[in-house]
């Protein structure tokens, strides 16, 4: 069965220190992958998307988002984090045949400790 | 434009009740997508308009719950008869077909069904 698995469900990390979440999907092939953000009272806001090429991804706010194949992964990273990156991230897929069809991980709660 | 608009952004009802909510997307988006959030979980798809046409609906979406989009622009989602396991976040976004999928959310209508 197709999934999108966010292993950790709340991650706690002190400013300035450096943020890595994990994804992995399970697909019968590659599927567009996406990081969004949610804030509470905010919609969800794209952070960034691989579609192919480049496997290392630079999206907005310092973001950024590995490819790997070979373990079905895109981790997303940022090297410093900031009180305002505390909100929940969600990695989404969509499979290339059905692209509007987006299916998402349950997400990563951030907690930024001053 | 300042993006995907959802009204109202909290509902209370009574179970047995119908609701409509309602979402206008960006302008110039010819898809539009409605998606239910429940406390913990990532949004789950519901349904997808590219223009007026309703092109898939979930297996999540029942009887009771109907969508519309009349003109190609704003579109209503109704639930008759609610229950309280409908108690959710209803979010809609929107995307043109010309950038592969890349999906504009709105702020949600949360939901409560007494």
């Known amino acids: 069965a197709q999934s999108v698995t966010q292993p950790d469900i709340h991650i706690t990390v002190s400013e300035g220190a450096s943020l890595e979440l994990r994804c992995n999907y399970s697909?019968?092939?590659?599927?567009?992958l996406f990081w969004y953000v949610q804030s509470p009272g905010q919609g969800l806001q794209l952070l960034l998307k691989?579609?192919?090429?480049?496997?290392l991804v630079q999206g907005i706010k310092g973001f950024e988002a590995e490819f790997k194949r070979s373990q079905s992964s895109f981790n997303l990273r940022k090297p410093s984090v900031h009180w305002s990156d505390a909100a929940e991230y969600f990695c989404?897929?969509?499979?290339?045949?059905?692209?509007?069809?987006?299916?998402f991980g349950a997400g990563t709660t951030v907690t930024v400790r001053a | 434009d300042t993006g995907v608009s959802q009204d109202p952004r909290h509902k209370i009802t009574k179970r047995g009740q119908n609701v409509t909510f309602r979402c206008d997307p960006i302008?110039?988006?010819?898809?539009l997508y409605w998606y239910r959030q429940t406390l913990g979980q990532g949004p789950e798809f519901l349904t997808y308009?590219?223009?007026?046409?309703?092109?898939?609906k979930s297996r999540l979406l029942s009887d009771r719950f109907s969508a519309e989009r009349p003109k190609g622009s704003f579109s209503t989602l109704e639930i008759q008869r609610t229950e309280q396991g409908d108690s959710a976040m209803y979010l809609c976004?929107?995307?043109?077909?010309?950038?592969?999928?890349?999906?504009?959310f709105g702020p949600g209508t949360r939901l409560t069904v007494l």
């Open positions: 691989y579609f192919s090429g480049d496997t």
């Open positions: 302008s110039e988006h010819n898809r």
């Open positions: 697909y019968g092939a590659t599927p567009y």
């Open positions: 989404a897929v969509a499979p290339r045949s059905n692209d509007y069809k987006l299916s």
């Open positions: 308009f590219q223009n007026e046409a309703q092109l898939e």
């Open positions: 976004a929107s995307s043109s077909s010309k950038i592969v999928n890349e999906q504009f």
